[in-house]
């Protein structure tokens, strides 16, 4: 019903800066929250950063200064700007959306595929 695309990603040395998108499709009623989260091997998924639909943004600790979200309402599309990358930055990332749909008066979650970043030291 719900289809989640990721773009972005790739291989980056460290002090760089790398962008990522995602866009929800499909029979979308109405989309809470969107956000990023990363799993590093090994590790458990993390919250890196989300927004919600009035604007307001939660991000984790070891990004925060760094690591930039924004989202298109109208596109239903969220993006992470990623800058000054460290190599713990490296990992999948999975976009999430939180959306009520057409056919299911309450909010589920949406998983893209992830997109590896990769950040060099």
């Known amino acids: 019903q719900v289809h989640v695309v990721e773009s972005g990603g790739g291989l980056v040395q460290a002090g760089g800066s790398l962008g990522l998108s995602c866009s929800a499709s499909g029979m979308i009623f109405s989309i809470s929250a969107m956000g990023w989260y990363r799993q590093a091997p090994g590790k458990q998924r993390e919250l890196v950063a989300q927004i919600f639909s009035g604007g307001s943004t939660n991000y984790a600790d070891s990004v925060k200064g760094r690591f930039t979200i924004s989202r298109d309402n109208a596109k239903n599309t969220v993006y992470l700007q990623m800058n000054s990358l460290k190599p713990e930055d490296t990992g999948v990332y999975y976009c999430?959306?939180?959306?009520?749909?057409?056919?299911?008066?309450?909010?589920?979650?949406?998983w893209g595929q992830g997109t590896q970043v990769t950040v060099s030291s």
């Open positions: 999430r959306t939180d959306v009520i749909t057409l056919s299911v008066a309450r909010v589920q979650n949406y």
